[in-house]
């Protein structure tokens, strides 16, 4: 038994949904289906998501949105037009919309009706095409399939006995339609996750319902060793273990965002990547475990928009709570920090800019001034991250000095190095101007 998750792209317009419509059809083991919000038709095409928050907006601002919401109907009339659906389903999206607009709550819960209504009506136009084909399909909403989270708008949190719930679908009948993105509070109320969202229902839908496999299908036919818009041509990767892939997403990588997979992660069910438009490529796998003999190093991540708070104090290492009372300046300020070396006199908190706005940086400082009485305090924009992942960094032998030596090669000065934090990478801090340069020269050292 699968459950299968078709993103943005795979859903984006009629040809692709027929696409998506053939893979379901050739495997009977897939029962459980999983959509996105239509995505781009092409480059410069805007996603249904991002319509929809755009619409959120201007309602929520007191300003005219007809226009906006003409747009959107636009592309759900052109999708069910072409596949030649029935057209109350525009009228229930339609309905969809104004019930949204209409509703009293609070603007908040408000904005998470309206963005869930792109995965809402994927689910729909797809289960009825299904239905065209032939197949016993039916739409389940998240809050009858048992997707049960926390109260929190936006960033919502599936609750423990979603999983028993959900289970309980293995019972039923036909292929089940599930939107994603989104779920239901105790009280019935609508909660969208993070962006990303559908990665993270696929993943709670593979868990509760115990899969063999969950199948995610994008518009690659695999995870590749480095970014291909930086390396041409990198080398695919055919198997990943979970703590591969989660230090491959958070350090930059497209295919998920970091947390998506935990839910599928912790049931030990494997998942495997696949391309809606080629669907007869293996893909890459990700498992719990694999084979210890195969290469260490199986990608390198990187990313920019980092900065480096960095505090020195003579004796900082005998001053008990220093840490801890750095870390609780920046949790006061609501800001989350990605790694901390350290050494005995100084101390670098490393910050994503999007965490630092003008005026927590200005709070910031003072307080450390205030309360710490550092030496030095400074923060240093413009920084990237560079990842060399692979499970058994701790024990491979020459990990680091090739690492060095890539970087040497193409005069880089490394900036900051954290290893044993992890025993699956090996962080890289530099200047973001040398990003794309650094990644090739160690990508030429590991895989060319």
Do not use: R, W
């Given at each position: 038994m699968k459950v299968v998750k078709f993103g943005g792209s795979s859903v984006a317009n009629d040809v692709q949904i027929k696409k998506a419509g053939s893979i379901i059809e050739d495997d009977t083991d897939r029962k459980f289906i999983v959509v996105s919000a239509p995505g781009k038709r092409f480059e410069d095409d805007v996603k249904i998501t991002d319509l929809l928050i755009e619409l959120s907006e201007l309602v929520l601002n007191n300003k005219s949105y007809e226009k906006k919401f003409k747009e959107i109907m636009e592309r759900f009339s052109e999708i069910v037009n072409k596949l030649e659906l029935p057209q109350s389903i525009l009228a229930d999206i339609e309905q969809s919309i104004q019930n949204t607009l209409n509703n009293n709550a609070g603007d908040r819960i408000k904005a998470d009706g309206l963005k869930s209504i792109g995965e809402d009506s994927s689910a729909k136009i797809v289960s009825e095409y299904l239905k065209t084909m032939g197949l016993n399909?039916?739409?389940?909403?998240?809050?009858?399939?048992?997707?049960?989270?926390?109260?929190e708008p936006g960033n919502a949190q599936v609750l423990p006995e979603s999983f028993a719930k959900l289970y309980e679908m293995r019972k039923q009948d036909g292929i089940l339609v599930i939107p994603g993105f989104f779920g239901f509070t105790k009280d019935g109320g609508l909660?969208?996750?993070?962006r990303g969202g559908s990665d993270i229902t696929g993943s709670i839908v593979s868990a509760g319902v115990q899969a063999d496999l969950y199948e995610n299908f994008t518009d690659v036919d695999s995870v590749y060793a480095v970014n291909p818009t930086i390396v041409s041509n990198p080398e695919k990767i055919t198997t990943l273990t979970y703590k591969e892939m989660r230090e491959l997403s958070?350090?930059?990588?497209?295919?998920?965002?970091?947390?998506?997979?935990?839910?599928?992660?912790?049931?030990?069910?494997?998942?495997?990547?696949?391309n809606t438009n080629n669907p007869a490529s293996p893909g890459t796998m990700i498992v719990s475990d694999k084979d210890p003999h195969t290469r260490c190093v199986v990608g390198i991540a990187s990313d920019t928009g980092f900065s480096n708070l960095y505090v020195s104090k003579y004796l900082m290492n005998r001053e008990i709570g220093f840490g801890r009372r750095l870390l609780q300046i920046l949790e006061d300020e609501e800001i989350s920090f990605e790694h901390a070396p350290s050494g005995i006199d100084n101390m670098s908190v490393i910050i994503r800019d999007s965490q630092l706005t003008a005026e927590k940086e200005i709070n910031v400082i003072n307080r450390i001034k205030s309360e710490l009485n550092p030496e030095t305090i400074s923060i240093d924009y413009g920084f990237a991250m560079i990842m060399v992942v692979g499970e058994g960094m701790m024990s491979a032998v020459g990990i680091a000095e090739k690492s060095a030596a890539a970087f040497a090669?193409?005069?880089?000065?490394?900036?900051?190095?954290?290893?044993?934090?992890?025993?699956v990478s090996v962080m890289f801090g530099i200047r973001k101007d040398k990003l794309d340069l650094a990644v090739r020269s160690l990508y030429q050292k590991f895989f060319g």
């Open positions: 399909a039916h739409y389940v909403n998240p809050k009858d399939a048992g997707i049960i989270v926390s109260n909660m969208t996750f993070s958070y350090s930059g990588f497209g295919v998920f965002h970091d947390e998506a997979l935990m839910p599928a992660f912790q049931a030990e069910i494997p998942v495997c990547i696949k090669e193409a005069n880089i000065s490394i900036e900051m190095i954290n290893q044993g934090s992890s025993e």
